[in-house]
């Protein structure tokens, strides 16, 4: 079948909302992936911090198989097992006392917006509906999602946006105390900013958000889509800032790449979303939740997380040597194995060209934005898979300031 597909068949029946590389995958084992010419590529992308534990992972593929010969799907007119256990390890291994299991980031983030403006309702009134979010960040791509990130290149041109939602800049309090009130039900925040150019928060504004959404009684959001399930060196990154939310939104790597995502919370905001307030048909499913199971089972071990917080800092110091020779980034930066590379001056905007470039030398990477070239590997990586990536990240840079 594969001799018959080629990537121009894509530009032929594909709504054009993406432009993909163009070669196309067909397997890929570990961090590495192959593609229809059997050309081999080190993913240093993890699917967009989604394969944390690499492509066919043989444990995943065993829960795949067993939950795939016995139950699939069954709706939430009926629970399942692998749902209850699912929920139970969150709660154990988090801040959460509940969790609402639905099946992306946005669908994740969308509960959560939902919830506090229900809760807000539920115990303040209909006055409470101020959303608090920041410039650049980004939640999804659902109508909500996108009018509460703050791009207006993926808000803007679609009609009338949910009110009351405002965006003031990332990392700055100051802005922060100039807009929150009484009327505030929310301050959604990713702990670093993915999409936008792997940016970390500073200690202290998370601590300050946290003491401010106390004081005007709003609900403090995570979006950990990105940066949860061990991304960051930590299970969560809040664990890691030791500010503690009180919603946090999970996806991207919680089953590896079978569609899932996750809304934890705790006991008294959850009774805002009784019985028929909110729902999805897939979310939970027994396929989904068994795979992260296991998922989280491996990545939530110490021992685990140990070794991304070690990884990532030999390759945050291998680019940095790398750039001694080629002066391509002026910052390397980032948390665990979510690193971003911001380009210089003289390469502003060329992310997405290093990239192409990249492929060419059998190496898939990612961008942030138009002048950070993001890396977002398997969380397993092994260290020769690691090397390899590195030496034709060393080549593409070379390639790169030569063209
Ligand atoms: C990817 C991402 C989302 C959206 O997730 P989808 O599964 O694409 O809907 C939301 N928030 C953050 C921080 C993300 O990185």
Same mark, same amino acid.
């Given at each position: 079948?594969? @001799?018959?597909?080629?990537?121009?068949?894509?530009?032929?029946?594909?709504?054009?909302?993406?432009?993909?590389?163009?070669?196309?995958?067909?397997?890929?084992?570990?961090?590495?992936?192959? #593609?229809?010419?059997?050309?081999? *590529? +080190?993913?240093?992308?993890?699917?967009? =911090?989604?394969?944390?534990? &690499?492509?066919?992972?043989?444990?995943?593929?065993?829960?795949?198989?067993?939950?795939?010969?016995?139950?699939?799907?069954?709706?939430?007119?009926?629970?399942?097992?692998?749902?209850?256990?699912?929920?139970?390890?969150? !709660?154990?291994?988090?801040?959460?006392?509940?969790?609402?299991?639905?099946?992306?980031?946005?669908?994740?983030?969308?509960?959560?917006?939902?919830?506090?403006?229900? $809760?807000?309702?539920?115990?303040?009134? *209909?006055?409470?509906?101020?959303?608090?979010?920041?410039? /650049?960040?980004?939640? &999804?791509?659902?109508?909500?999602?996108?009018?509460?990130?703050?791009?207006?290149?993926?808000?803007?041109?679609?009609?009338?946006?949910?009110?009351?939602?405002?965006?003031?800049?990332?990392? #700055?309090?100051?802005?922060?105390?100039?807009?929150?009130?009484?009327?505030?039900?929310?301050?959604?925040?990713?702990?670093? @900013?993915?999409?936008?150019?792997?940016?970390?928060?500073?200690?202290?504004?998370?601590?300050?958000?946290? /003491?401010?959404?106390? /004081?005007?009684?709003?609900?403090?959001?995570?979006?950990?889509?990105?940066?949860?399930?061990?991304?960051?060196?930590?299970?969560?990154?809040?664990?890691? $800032?030791?500010?503690?939310?009180?919603?946090?939104?999970?996806?991207?790597?919680? =089953?590896?790449?079978?569609? +899932?995502?996750?809304?934890?919370?705790?006991?008294?905001?959850?009774?805002?979303?009784?019985?028929?307030?909110?729902?999805?048909?897939?979310?939970?499913?027994?396929?989904?939740?068994? !795979?992260?199971?296991?998922?989280?089972?491996? +990545?939530?071990?110490?021992?685990?997380?140990?070794?991304?917080?070690?990884?990532?800092?030999?390759?945050?110091?291998?680019?940095?040597?790398?750039?001694?020779?080629?002066?391509?980034?002026?910052?390397?930066?980032?948390?665990?194995?979510? +690193?971003?590379?911001?380009?210089?001056?003289?390469?502003?905007?060329?992310?997405?060209?290093?990239?192409?470039?990249?492929?060419? $030398?059998?190496?898939?990477?990612?961008?942030?934005?138009?002048?950070?070239?993001?890396?977002?590997?398997?969380?397993?990586?092994?260290?020769?898979?690691?090397?390899?990536?590195?030496?034709?990240?060393?080549?593409?840079?070379?390639?790169?300031?030569?063209?």
């Amino acid at each position: 079948m594969t @001799q018959q597909i080629t990537r121009s068949d894509f530009d032929q029946y594909l709504v054009q909302n993406y432009s993909p590389a163009d070669f196309i995958p067909v397997k890929g084992k570990g961090s590495r992936v192959w #593609d229809q010419q059997g050309k081999e *590529y +080190i993913d240093l992308t993890g699917g967009i =911090a989604v394969n944390a534990l &690499g492509h066919c992972p043989d444990e995943l593929l065993a829960v795949l198989q067993q939950q795939g010969s016995t139950l699939w799907h069954s709706s939430n007119w009926f629970t399942s097992e692998p749902t209850i256990a699912l929920a139970k390890s969150l !709660v154990e291994k988090t801040f959460a006392e509940r969790v609402m299991f639905v099946n992306s980031g946005a669908e994740a983030n969308e509960a959560a917006l939902k919830l506090a403006r229900r $809760y807000a309702v539920d115990h303040f009134g *209909y006055q409470k509906s101020k959303i608090i979010s920041f410039k /650049q960040s980004f939640h &999804g791509r659902t109508l909500f999602t996108v009018s509460v990130g703050g791009q207006a290149k993926y808000s803007d041109g679609f009609g009338p946006k949910p009110a009351d939602i405002v965006h003031i800049p990332y990392n #700055d309090l100051e802005a922060v105390k100039a807009v929150i009130d009484d009327h505030t039900c929310a301050v959604i925040i990713e702990p670093i @900013q993915g999409e936008s150019g792997v940016l970390p928060a500073d200690p202290a504004f998370l601590q300050g958000l946290r /003491q401010l959404c106390d /004081q005007y009684q709003a609900l403090l959001i995570f979006d950990e889509v990105q940066t949860g399930v061990g991304r960051s060196g930590y299970f969560y990154t809040y664990m890691k $800032y030791g500010v503690v939310p009180d919603i946090l939104t999970s996806a991207k790597a919680l =089953a590896n790449g079978f569609p +899932i995502g996750a809304m934890l919370t705790t006991d008294k905001i959850a009774a805002s979303f009784k019985p028929g307030v909110h729902g999805t048909t897939f979310g939970g499913n027994p396929l989904a939740c068994a !795979v992260a199971n296991k998922v989280v089972e491996i +990545i939530a071990d110490e021992n685990f997380l140990a070794q991304v917080r070690a990884k990532s800092e030999q390759i945050k110091q291998a680019i940095a040597e790398i750039n001694q020779q080629v002066s391509l980034f002026k910052q390397i930066r980032g948390e665990g194995l979510l +690193i971003g590379a911001e380009l210089v001056e003289q390469y502003q905007g060329k992310a997405m060209d290093f990239c192409h470039v990249a492929n060419q $030398y059998g190496l898939m990477l990612l961008v942030a934005g138009p002048n950070v070239v993001r890396f977002a590997p398997a969380l397993n990586i092994t260290a020769q898979e690691l090397e390899e990536g590195l030496k034709r990240f060393q080549q593409t840079a070379q390639a790169f300031v030569a063209a």
